[in-house]
């Protein structure tokens, strides 16, 4: 269930980028994703426009890491400027009801000003500690 639910969310956001992109030239890029120094195995990369710091009109997606790189096509990208990025890495565990999406890592979110050159975004994420 919780897999068709992750399914359905990013259709949808694939079917929201295609629409509200339109006119924009759109850049694409990749890089290397680390955690504590060690390439991230696998997880998902959202980019959302900044509007705090801007940007009103900038196409959104997703992408996914695997074995530490990810990739955005140009046909796939976003516009340049200010974007807020969530990086998350999870794992399916079985249980009642379908199971449920265990954390790999803390979700990690931060902001970063995409230049309209930049054709590559290493994304390096600090160990953080546990609150209590």
Known sequence: MKLLRCSLFIL???LFISLCGCGEKLQ???G???YNGKPLEKGLISFNPDAEKGNLMGA???AAVRDGHYELPVSQGISGGWYKIRVES???VDGEEGGYE???IPPYLFSHEFKPDEKTFDIDIPV???TK
Do not use: R
């Open 12 to 14: 949808h956001c694939l």
């Open 28 to 30: 694409g890029f990749g």
């Open 32 to 34: 290397a994703v680390t």
């Open 60 to 62: 959104s997606n997703i």
């Open 90 to 92: 999870t794992e399916h």
């Open 102 to 104: 265990k954390d790999l």
């Open 128 to 130: 953080q500690k546990k």
